[in-house]
């Protein structure tokens, strides 16, 4: 079983940076998700095994980027130029090898999660 387990979340200001951090239990793609209240979960960004590859949702290109420490298990999510429409749960998930690398956008193509971090930007 693939733990997952996110920190760095909180409340900030628009315009502010912050970082999420994924600490994993083993070494596969990841990928960050989130939910806003009252809205269905969409995806974030994800990051391949080797750090070598990153994808975006148009929503956040040019503001978060997605890196990984493979020494230490670590993937996160440095979101710069918060805006209120980013307030939401944060949630990093793994995708096992057995996945398509077409899933990577999907909540289907990750089988492992974590429990979710609050994110809250003020206007």
């Known amino acids: 079983q693939v733990q997952l387990v996110e920190s760095g979340g909180g409340l900030v200001q628009a315009g502010d940076s912050l970082r999420l951090s994924c600490a994993a239990s083993?070494?596969?793609?990841m990928g960050w998700f989130r939910q806003a209240p009252g809205k269905e979960r969409e995806f974030v960004g994800a990051?391949?095994?080797?750090?070598?590859?990153?994808y975006y949702a148009d929503s956040v290109k040019g503001r978060f980027t997605v890196s990984r420490d493979n020494a230490k298990n670590t993937v996160y999510l440095q979101m710069n130029s918060l805006k209120p429409e980013d307030t939401a749960v944060y949630y990093c998930?793994?995708?096992?090898?057995?996945?398509?690398?077409?899933?990577?956008?999907?909540?289907?193509?990750?089988?492992?999660w974590g429990q979710g971090i609050q994110v809250t930007v003020s206007s």
């Open positions: 998930a793994a995708r096992p090898p057995w996945r398509s690398s077409d899933s990577r956008t999907t909540e289907e193509g990750y089988d492992y």
């Open positions: 990051v391949s095994r080797t750090g070598g590859s990153t």
């Open positions: 083993g070494r596969y793609a």
